[in-house]
Every structure is written in C-alpha cells, then in structure tokens.
C-alpha cells in the first residue's frame, strides 16, 4: 500500500519560469562565496489545500470522510458532458494569499488543461493555471537565525487536488492492482512556487512554517489536515567560482547546473530532512567527481533516502491548453474589496512595541492567530505582562505537555480568562492557580471557580494570617534570634511556618512583608 | 507541424504518454494513420473565421455544499470495484 502521495506521479515537471530573466530584483542571499566552495540553490513549489466547503470546480464537500468515493459528481468524476464551475470561495482564498504575500493579482487570469494519463486523475487532464496565473511576483518575510530575508515568490496559481491511490498486494512497483478514491479530487490547491532563493535546508524549514503561519492567519488552510501541504524541491549544487563578486548567483550558472527535483515532501521536518539528504547526495557525486543526473527523485520518508524516479514526461508532453469550459477571470480589484488579517510578522512587531514584550514570547504569543487574539483580549483587560506569563507560559505550557492546541479548548477561553481574573484580583496564589486550578481544569474539565472552592485555595484571610505570623514568631524563638542577629535567611524558614499553617494558600511575598513587620514592633 | 512527416518515434512516443503498448506492426500502421488525421485537421484552416460569443468572465458559485453522488451511483459504471473503491490494474 502506497501513503496515499500518490499526487507526485512519476514524471519530470520541469518548472515553470515565467520570471523575466534579469529581473531586477535581488536574489534574498547575498553571501560570500570562496573559490572552491559549492553553493547549495533550493527553488520550491509548494501545494496547499485550501479550506473551503466545496470543491474547487464542483460543490461536492471537501471535508474527509471515512468512506471512498462518499464526496463525488459527474464533474469530479470525470464523467462526460460534465462541465466545471468555478468556486467563488477558491478564488477568494487565492486573493488573499496575493494580497498576504504581496502579489500582483493580473487583470484576467485563466485556467489550462494539463494532459497526462494516471488514474488519480479522471479526466485524463488536470485544470490547473499557466501562464497566466492567479497571482505574480510576491515576497514572503522569514527569518533565519535572527536575520531577515525576503523570499520571492514566483508565481501562485489555482489547481484541482487529483484523487488518491492505494496500490494493493505490494509497492507501486509491484502492486498486485490499484484502488481508487476520487473524494480527494477537485480539492483547490493553491501551488506557490518560489525563486531559487534557498540555500539550506534550514531556510527551507523556516519558510514553510512562516508560510503555513501566514495561511492560517489568512483563515484559508488547516495545517492539522493529513495531506494540506506537499512540496516539491528542484536542488542544485553550483560551484562557488560562478558566483559573481557580491556571491549572488546568475541566472545562467542556476540553468547550466543539472538539479535534481525532489517529490513527496509533507512537512517541514521532512523537507529539511529530505534536501539535507540530498544536497549531501549530490556534493558527494561532485567532489568524487561524477556527473549530477538531472532527475526526478522520490523521497523515501521511512528509510530516510531519495530514489530515482523514471521520468517519462516533459513540460511538452503535458500538451497545456486552455481550458474552454472555465471562462477568465477578472479579479484583481478584488484585492482592494477582500481584507486580510494583520499577518503574523506584523503583529509579532506590534505586540513588541505595544505591550513591551521580548521578542521570543512576541513569537509564542503570534504562532497561530488564536493564541494572538486570546492574548489581546487578556492583555487588554488585565496587564500585558500577567498575559504574557498566563498565555506564553502557563496556558501553551500545559497544552503543549498534553499534546493540545488552543483550538482544542476555544469554548472554554472564558473560563482561562476567569483564572487570570482571579490572580489578578489576588484571590488565589500564582502558584496554585498554575498548579492546581490550571492542571485541573484542563485534566477534568471543572470551571475555575468549582476548582478553587473545592480545593479551598481561597487566598486566606488577612486575620488568618497575621494570626498565623503571630504564631510562627512565638513558636520560633531561635529563628526570631537569628534574624534580629542579621541572619536575614532566617526569615525564609518563618515564611515557610506560615505558609504551613496557612495551607499554601498565603501569598509568600505577602507573608514575607507581614513577620518583617511584626519582628520590627 | 503537419509539415513534419511523422515518424514511428513519434508514434511510440505518443503511445507511451498515452500508456498504449503498441507492437512493430501496429506502429507502422499508426504512422500512416497519424498522418492522414493530421491532414485531416488542416481543412479547419479553410473554415472561416465566425464571431465570438460574448466574452463571459467571472462565472463562479457561492461555496456551499450540494448532494453528491451516492457511492453506488459513483460506481454504477465501473467494471471493477472493491469496498467502495475504484479498481483498476497496477499503475506505477
């Protein structure tokens, strides 16, 4: 049986170059190279599912079901006479990643057939998007060890999700024969495809998580969805001698190099994982002195390893044409009407600035929106800094340690908002609201308040305990002696008297000030 | 294009992007085939050229579900299925 990837069929994909050559933007490294050196270059094309409710050229439902072929038509089906109609929520979602990654969205922008022969597809061709595609020319902002660059994206177009395969009775090679599921197909994707900008696995990574950041932001891509991101790699080792004096490498040394495509990449760890592999793969062939192959290659997840995949199709082959059932579109003015959120990196700038916060628990308090727009709605009606410690640390901590996200407890944020109400009021000890109150809320589901009565973790009563520090300074006289001594430790012992007495439920620091006070008398 | 005779390679290269297996003979009988459908498709040249229809742009729907198929129906067609799926030969 086959992991379902079956979207990376075993052909060559030359990529697409519609960039003018010579384009007078910079590449995003500008690094020095030494003679000898041999310069690692990673273009990427990278596919992501776009969440809407229907497909992309049918209105049959997208969401995943245990059943095959449950969510089909005669459109995805293939069925002839079927005739597509485009998805306004696609689109859409494709004008907000423009606007997100600052694309130039072109005045008509069309679909094309793209021909070759596998099941996954049952129309024998895929509507995609050519030459003229959705979205043009953007940048996306990562940083890299601290440093910021601009990735440049190419190109980002609409396409349909083919169906999925199971090859049954063996591998792809030897299967005995082949299931198929078309609930998959008509799918929209999004594929966005980058310059050859990268030059390590590691920039990689960081790109693909800021892009997937991004996308939820934008609302229009569920990361936790098996199979929402796939990405494809063209690598490239070039010699250091081709770069020119500022390092940067020409367009002509980028063509002239063979690269080798990478295929079934479906996450972040894996892409760097797979490129590491491959970048070492092919600096090994060149420092042995062999020939890189230009190729196609498959990434092998359980063992760790690229394969060589037969290619048997070039860009030619796919004979593109347009697509006469789907007429253009005119959307770019939809850029100036659809809003988009404020993105990740911005926001991570603002929480910064607005509610001095340092720049890793900026980072933590922006990883999802969620996490970003809980965190105002404390912040704003408490203290920045008590958010912080509450959301960064406290709340993401302990999901975290239980395997959960914030989206796992959206309808229960009013209850966390009530526990940082409580510590802000000075009901309840930091500690316990952390330890106790927090854990057990998330363990058993109980509201802040039940918690806090059952477990009698009301702060004690002032009367409480300077009766208590009465008594801890009674039944301590050596400690009492040693402090008026200038033990000044001795006072920590005191604390702990009182706090025993007290339950835990006495705030140390208060304690602290109360025996300081009554040893003065 | 119709310029080009076509050759055999041309032929075979077809079939396999059409994942035909054709024998030698067969070959030889495509080549001439191909040749007199390309000739075929030059008469489209003669027909003269007809207004366009009103360019339509921006057809889209709203994006709300619709009944699908039921999966019998989906697979009333099909010569071959197994538990729901499409079944079909090895494809590599």
Same mark, same amino acid.
């Given at each position: 049986?086959?992991?379902?990837?079956?979207?990376q069929?075993? %052909?060559?994909q030359?990529?697409l170059?519609?960039t003018?050559?010579?384009s007078?933007?910079?590449?995003?490294?500008?690094?020095?190279?030494?003679?000898g050196?041999?310069?690692?270059?990673?273009?990427?094309?990278?596919?992501?599912?776009?969440?809407?409710?229907?497909k992309?050229?049918?209105?049959?439902?997208?969401e995943?079901t245990?059943?095959?072929?449950?969510?089909?038509?005669?459109?995805?089906?293939?069925l002839?006479?079927?005739l597509?109609?485009?998805?306004?929520?696609?689109?859409e979602?494709?004008?907000?990643?423009?606007?997100?990654?600052?694309?130039?969205?072109?005045?008509?922008?069309?679909?094309?057939?793209?021909?070759?022969?596998?099941?996954?597809?049952?129309?024998?061709f895929?509507?995609?998007?050519?030459?003229?595609?959705?979205?043009?020319?953007?940048?996306?902002?990562?940083s890299?060890e *601290?440093?910021?660059?601009?990735?440049?994206?190419?190109?980002?177009?609409?396409?349909?999700?083919? *169906?999925s395969?199971?090859?049954? !009775?063996?591998?792809?090679?030897?299967?005995?024969y082949?299931?198929?599921?078309?609930?998959?197909?008509?799918?929209?994707?999004?594929?966005?495809?980058t310059?050859?900008?990268?030059?390590?696995?590691?920039e990689?990574?960081?790109f693909?998580?800021?892009?997937?950041?991004?996308?939820?932001?934008?609302?229009?891509?569920d990361?936790g969805?098996d199979?929402?991101?796939?990405?494809?790699?063209?690598?490239?080792?070039?010699?250091?001698? +081709?770069?020119?004096e500022? !390092?940067?490498?020409?367009?002509?040394?980028?063509?002239?190099?063979?690269r080798?495509?990478?295929?079934?990449?479906?996450s972040?760890?894996?892409?760097?994982?797979?490129?590491?592999?491959?970048?070492?793969?092919?600096?090994?062939?060149?420092?042995?002195?062999?020939?890189?192959?230009q190729?196609?290659?498959?990434?092998?997840?359980?063992?760790?390893?690229?394969?060589?995949?037969?290619?048997?199709e070039?860009?030619?082959?796919?004979?593109?044409?347009?697509?006469?059932?789907?007429?253009?579109?005119?959307?770019?003015?939809?850029?100036d009407?659809i809003?988009?959120?404020?993105?990740?990196?911005?926001?991570?700038?603002?929480?910064?600035?607005?509610?001095?916060l340092?720049?890793e628990?900026?980072?933590?308090?922006?990883?999802?929106?969620?996490?970003?727009?809980?965190y105002?709605?404390?912040?704003?009606?408490?203290?920045?800094?008590?958010?912080a410690?509450?959301?960064a640390?406290?709340l993401? !901590?302990?999901?975290?340690?239980?395997?959960?996200?914030?989206?796992?407890?959206?309808?229960r944020?009013e209850e966390?908002?009530?526990?940082?109400?409580?510590?802000?009021?000075?009901?309840?000890?930091?500690?316990?609201?952390? +330890?106790?109150?927090?854990?057990?809320?998330?363990?058993?589901e109980?509201?802040?308040?039940?918690i806090?009565?059952?477990?009698g973790?009301?702060?004690?009563?002032?009367? +409480?305990v300077?009766s208590?520090? %009465?008594?801890?300074?009674?039944?301590?006289?050596?400690?009492?002696?040693?402090?008026e001594?200038g033990?000044?430790?001795?006072?920590?012992?005191?604390?702990?008297?009182v706090?025993?007495?007290?339950?835990?439920?006495?705030?140390?620091?208060?304690?602290n000030?109360?025996?300081r006070a009554?040893?003065?008398? | 294009?119709?310029?080009?005779?076509?050759?055999p390679?041309?032929?075979?290269?077809?079939?396999?992007?059409?994942?035909v297996?054709?024998?030698?003979?067969?070959?030889?009988?495509?080549?001439?085939?191909?040749?007199?459908?390309? /000739?075929?498709?030059e008469?489209?040249?003669?027909?003269?050229?007809?207004?366009?229809?009103?360019?339509?742009?921006?057809?889209?729907e709203?994006?709300?579900?619709?009944?699908?198929?039921?999966?019998?129906s989906?697979?009333?067609?099909?010569? /071959?299925?197994?538990?729901?799926?499409?079944?079909?030969?090895?494809?590599?």
């Amino acid at each position: 049986m086959c992991d379902g990837g079956d979207w990376q069929m075993a %052909v060559v994909q030359i990529p697409l170059r519609f960039t003018p050559v010579g384009s007078n933007r910079h590449s995003m490294t500008a690094q020095t190279v030494q003679q000898g050196d041999l310069v690692t270059v990673i273009g990427l094309e990278v596919h992501v599912q776009l969440e809407t409710d229907t497909k992309i050229f049918c209105r049959c439902s997208t969401e995943q079901t245990d059943d095959p072929n449950e969510n089909v038509c005669p459109v995805c089906l293939g069925l002839p006479g079927a005739l597509p109609v485009l998805n306004e929520g696609a689109v859409e979602a494709a004008v907000k990643i423009g606007k997100a990654i600052d694309a130039e969205i072109p005045e008509e922008t069309r679909f094309h057939r793209k021909n070759y022969y596998y099941p996954d597809l049952p129309k024998n061709f895929q509507i995609t998007q050519y030459d003229e595609p959705i979205c043009q020319e953007g940048e996306l902002e990562i940083s890299v060890e *601290g440093e910021r660059r601009d990735v440049r994206i190419e190109r980002a177009h609409l396409e349909e999700d083919p *169906g999925s395969l199971q090859h049954v !009775g063996g591998s792809i090679d030897t299967a005995d024969y082949t299931l198929v599921d078309y609930n998959r197909a008509g799918t929209p994707l999004m594929e966005i495809v980058t310059a050859p900008d990268f030059r390590s696995a590691s920039e990689v990574r960081a790109f693909l998580a800021e892009l997937e950041e991004v996308l939820e932001y934008l609302g229009v891509f569920d990361a936790g969805r098996d199979g929402s991101l796939r990405i494809d790699a063209n690598l490239s080792i070039i010699e250091g001698e +081709e770069a020119d004096e500022n !390092g940067e490498i020409g367009i002509d040394a980028l063509e002239a190099a063979n690269r080798t495509e990478v295929k079934n990449i479906s996450s972040h760890k894996g892409a760097e994982k797979a490129l590491a592999y491959e970048e070492t793969r092919q600096k090994n062939a060149i420092k042995r002195g062999r020939v890189v192959e230009q190729e196609t290659r498959h990434w092998d997840e359980s063992r760790g390893i690229t394969v060589s995949m037969r290619s048997k199709e070039e860009e030619k082959d796919y004979r593109y044409f347009e697509e006469a059932d789907l007429p253009p579109l005119r959307v770019s003015h939809w850029k100036d009407e659809i809003s988009i959120p404020e993105l990740p990196t911005a926001r991570r700038e603002r929480f910064r600035s607005e509610y001095d916060l340092n720049e890793e628990a900026a980072s933590k308090l922006t990883s999802t929106k969620q996490v970003a727009d809980f965190y105002e709605t404390i912040a704003d009606e408490f203290d920045p800094d008590l958010a912080a410690t509450w959301v960064a640390d406290n709340l993401l !901590g302990e999901l975290n340690y239980r395997d959960m996200e914030i989206t796992d407890i959206e309808d229960r944020l009013e209850e966390v908002t009530r526990l940082v109400e409580l510590v802000a009021e000075d009901e309840i000890t930091a500690k316990n609201a952390r +330890e106790t109150v927090l854990r057990d809320m998330l363990d058993d589901e109980q509201d802040p308040d039940s918690i806090v009565e059952e477990a009698g973790l009301g702060k004690t009563d002032d009367d +409480e305990v300077q009766s208590a520090v %009465v008594e801890a300074i009674e039944e301590n006289p050596d400690a009492v002696e040693d402090y008026e001594s200038g033990d000044d430790g001795a006072i920590n012992f005191l604390v702990g008297q009182v706090m025993q007495k007290t339950g835990g439920s006495a705030d140390p620091g208060d304690v602290n000030q109360l025996l300081r006070a009554e040893l003065e008398k | 294009m119709s310029d080009d005779a076509v050759t055999p390679e041309d032929v075979r290269h077809v079939a396999s992007l059409a994942r035909v297996d054709l024998e030698d003979d067969e070959i030889e009988q495509f080549t001439g085939q191909f040749a007199d459908i390309l /000739e075929y498709f030059e008469t489209l040249d003669e027909v003269p050229a007809v207004d366009q229809d009103a360019e339509l742009t921006n057809v889209m729907e709203p994006d709300e579900v619709r009944d699908s198929l039921d999966s019998e129906s989906a697979l009333e067609n099909a010569p /071959e299925t197994e538990d729901g799926y499409f079944k079909g030969p090895n494809v590599s």
